[in-house]
């Protein structure tokens, strides 16, 4: 170590050189080239910009023994074959002055060079108005072959043995199934954004996807995306401040764990900034918690002068000269498109009170009443300040609660528990149409019922899992779900599990999957909102290589949570049992992921507040 940190010093001290053009492009290698899916990604993005209509990418074993993108382009004559491997060789920008104007994908004229010295190359060309095309042939950066060939109008591009003389960065690939997520990926991405183009994949010889030329943006995204419902999505169509905003956006309610489904263009680039996260997240404003993501296709469209993607060898991450401008008009774009400004709320998540189906949704600003067989006390007015909701009158009879006795009554629960938070109580009413008022035996205590569902469910499991106990339920009719290819994969590789875990689930073939059975705790959950939410806390336990016991914990705090989302508004005796059962758990004060589940007001502190002491 030692003698090679000063063989290294003394040759770095020695003189100073340019790198050999191999050297060069192997480094500039480790930055446009991360992946396969780097290198697909900058072969879609040259034929886009040759004008192709059609664009047929083939990959076999994730991308690692061979990447190949054709198109029918415009091609190239045989000076600018050669040329197009050299760095920093470009047909796209001459001057400064262009760098300011990028219309291209490309403009850099390092991706060819960078990709050809770190794989086996071979690019055939021809441009339509020759008689003959090239073929070049390169290993490791190295021609080893030109020569005239006969071939189509158009380019192909074949990359093989990626990584094959960079050892290091072969050995940070991930497993072939892996790779194909992040290849498919970048396929989904610019099909998505260039609806107009015929695309076709094939995945070891297997044509999976071929998306037919002159589609719509909306033909598009079924074809693409085909596990989102389209009553899930709204239409944008948006212009402010010189941005014009089109696509579509998820409602709150299909929301995800993480960002894998934002797809957002800049000017037809697939486009990431922090402005746009935080616009996109300010345009959703209170109808998601802090924890969801929501799926979104957006597409910008503005002034090229006024955007920067020159921040990053990847092109990816984009600046925009007035950023102020951006988030307010993509704010407003996706309010629009939820219709916030415009008086229709969609359903928010974690409403006690569902709209019921076939009913209309509601107008902004008011809550949903709660049907009076449901829950018969009275919400007060200050619950929904300035509206008009409706008040259900107390049904006398119907209330379980008796105050006078309070140990007896159906509201009331005597306890023997030492952890109990309380000895007896009364449940007086629900507020906002959410929140549970109970009088205690020491002062006032409000609950959140998701909340306290939530911590009921999951300890219930977790005791069911710690006894190899797990009882499971039969689905009626088992469901077929259908779910993108990176949350496929993450089920696919933790199925035993799950299945452990009293999941009845199987592969489908494809990225769909077949459900017949799940764990009677979380029966009332959507088998399709669980696997999507699984999914998500798979790959962030994945990641970090959570043990298999810590695992089983967030697979459950997942479903508790999808489950009680799902489950219908709660009814007096559901809240009543409710109440009990939360006085049973070992940790009654807070939900599985920590939220409180009880705010606790002594008799004392109300006398303080009164000035009574
Ligand atoms: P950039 O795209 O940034 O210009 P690249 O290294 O990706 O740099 O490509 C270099 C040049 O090779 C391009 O500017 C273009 O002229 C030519 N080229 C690359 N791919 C194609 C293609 N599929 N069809 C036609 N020309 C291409
Ligand atoms: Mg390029």
Not at 327 to 350: C, H, K, Y
Not at 444 to 464: G, I, K, S
């Amino acid at each position: 170590m030692d003698n090679a940190l000063k063989k290294s010093a003394f040759v770095a001290g020695k003189s100073i050189h340019i790198l050999s053009e191999v050297v060069a492009n192997k480094i500039a290698a480790g930055e446009v080239v991360e992946r396969p899916a780097s290198v697909l990604k900058e072969l879609i993005e040259n034929a886009l910009d040759a004008g192709a209509t059609q664009i047929d990418v083939q990959v076999v074993y994730g991308g690692r023994r061979l990447i190949s993108v054709s198109d029918n382009g415009c091609g190239m004559g045989r000076d600018d074959a050669l040329l197009s491997v050299e760095r920093h060789a470009t047909s796209k920008i001459r001057d400064l002055a262009d760098l300011e104007r990028i219309a291209t994908l490309g403009f850099r004229g390092e991706a060819l060079a960078a990709i050809a010295s770190v794989a086996r190359f071979r690019l055939l060309t021809r441009r339509g108005s020759d008689l003959m095309g090239s073929e070049l042939l390169i290993s490791g950066g190295k021609i080893q072959e030109v020569r005239d060939t006969g071939c189509p109008p158009g380019t192909a591009v074949e990359v093989r043995d990626l990584f094959f003389n960079v050892p290091a960065r072969r050995k940070f690939l991930r497993s072939e199934q892996t790779e194909l997520v992040h290849l498919r990926q970048v396929f989904m991405t610019y099909g998505l954004a260039h609806p107009a183009i015929g695309m076709k994949l094939t995945i070891d010889d297997r044509l999976i996807t071929n998306l037919a030329p002159g589609a719509t943006l909306e033909e598009r995204r079924r074809d693409l995306f085909s596990f989102l419902a389209p009553a899930d999505l709204r239409p944008v169509n948006h212009f402010r401040g010189g941005v014009r905003l089109t696509g579509q956006v998820a409602l709150p309610a299909v929301s995800r764990a993480d960002r894998a489904e934002q797809y957002v263009f800049v000017n037809g680039r697939p486009a990431s900034a922090a402005v746009l996260s935080a616009a996109i997240r300010e345009g959703y404003h209170t109808l998601l918690p802090r924890d969801r993501y929501p799926i979104v296709f957006l597409f910008l469209e503005l002034d090229p002068t006024l955007v920067d993607v020159n921040v990053h060898p990847t092109k990816r991450e984009v600046r925009f000269h007035s950023p102020g401008q951006v988030r307010e008009a993509v704010t407003a774009a996706v309010r629009e498109a939820l219709a916030l400004e415009g008086g229709f709320v969609p359903q928010t998540i974690g409403q006690l009170v569902p709209t019921p189906a076939g009913e209309h949704p509601p107008l902004a600003g008011f809550a949903p009443a709660a049907p009076e067989r449901r829950f018969p006390y009275p919400a007060p007015r200050g619950a929904n300040a300035g509206t008009a909701a409706p008040l259900t009158p107390p049904m006398p009879g119907t209330s379980a609660v008796a105050p006078e006795a309070p140990a007896s009554g159906a509201g009331a629960a005597r306890l023997g528990a030492p952890a109990a938070p309380w000895a007896w109580c009364r449940i007086l009413g629900q507020i906002g149409n959410l929140y549970v008022v109970m009088e205690t035996e020491d002062g006032l205590a409000l609950m959140d019922p998701h909340a306290a569902h939530e911590r009921v469910l999951y300890e219930r499991f977790m005791a069911q899992v710690s006894k190899g106990q797990i009882e499971s339920q039969l689905l009626l009719v088992p469901e077929t779900v259908e779910l993108s290819p990176h949350d496929a994969l993450q089920l696919c590789r933790h199925l035993e599990l799950l299945k452990r875990l009293g999941f009845g689930i199987a592969e489908f073939g494809g990225d769909t999957f077949v459900v017949d059975a799940l764990p009677r705790c979380f029966q009332s959950a959507s088998a399709k909102a669980l696997l999507t939410d699984l999914a998500a806390i798979l790959t962030t336990a994945g990641e970090k290589r959570s043990a298999d016991h810590l695992l089983e914990e967030q697979i459950a705090q997942a479903a508790c949570k999808a489950a009680v989302k799902a489950q219908e508004q709660l009814t007096l005796p559901e809240i009543d049992e409710l109440v009990k059962q939360l006085a049973r758990t070992e940790m009654p004060y807070t939900c599985p992921h920590g939220r409180p589940t009880l705010i606790h007001t002594s008799f004392q502190e109300l006398a303080k507040k009164f000035a009574r002491q």
